[in-house]
């Protein structure tokens, strides 16, 4: 029955998973997601760099016109962030791995997404080709060669390319980012 009630507004506590988006190395700190994440914690005050569904769709088009049925595929998402890409295969039925050397982008993609460690790798992308055995009907190697272009330290464009090439068996989705 009161009409006025004294109150302390706290300033707003950030949830683990928006800690977490945080703190990865695409995003250093800001409100942006890297990668779409459904939930009310994430509206539209958070800013998306990828909008991943529009190469997801251009993928899924090109899979159907060369006739790569989608069930049983292999695709392996190089520098997959938090994932999308690895749990929109994977829900269509492809065995989907994703390999990407920041932890937190993971740990990100196993809440989010509800991925299985097994299908992410927390590693070197190039250490992962130099070690791989297998050969995947897809690849995705998406926004990934400007940053061995920026940081030559870390290998050449053209090495990843040859390394990728290597473990490619049909398909490669590529596009050089910046």
């Not at 995003?27 to 890297?34: Q, V």
């Not at 994440?37 to 958070?46: A, C, K, T, V």
């Not at 994977?90 to 989907?96: S, T």
């Not at 790798?121 to 130099?130: E, G, I, N, P, V």
Request: aromatic share 8%; glycine share 8%; with cysteine.
């Amino acid at each position: 029955g009161q009409n006025v009630a004294r109150v302390i507004v706290l300033p707003p506590v950030p949830t683990e998973l928006q800690r977490l988006v945080m703190a990865v190395r695409q995003t250093d700190g800001r409100r942006e997601l890297y990668q779409p994440i459904p939930g009310p914690e994430f509206d539209q005050s958070w800013g998306l760099v990828r909008r991943c569904e529009d190469r997801l769709l251009m993928m899924l088009r090109f899979l159907e016109k060369v006739d790569r049925p989608l069930a049983g595929l292999s695709v392996l998402d190089l520098a997959c962030s938090y994932g999308w890409f690895v749990a929109e295969f994977a829900r269509r039925g492809c065995r989907a791995i994703g390999v990407e050397p920041d932890a937190q982008a993971l740990k990100i993609g196993r809440i989010a997404y509800g991925l299985e460690p097994g299908s992410l790798h927390q590693t070197d992308l190039l250490a992962f080709m130099r070690q791989c055995q297998e050969r995947f009907d897809a690849v995705l190697l998406l926004s990934v060669l400007h940053h061995f272009l920026l940081k030559p330290g870390h290998g050449r464009p053209e090495e990843v390319l040859r390394s990728v090439d290597k473990i490619t068996g049909t398909v490669l989705f590529l596009d050089t980012g910046q």
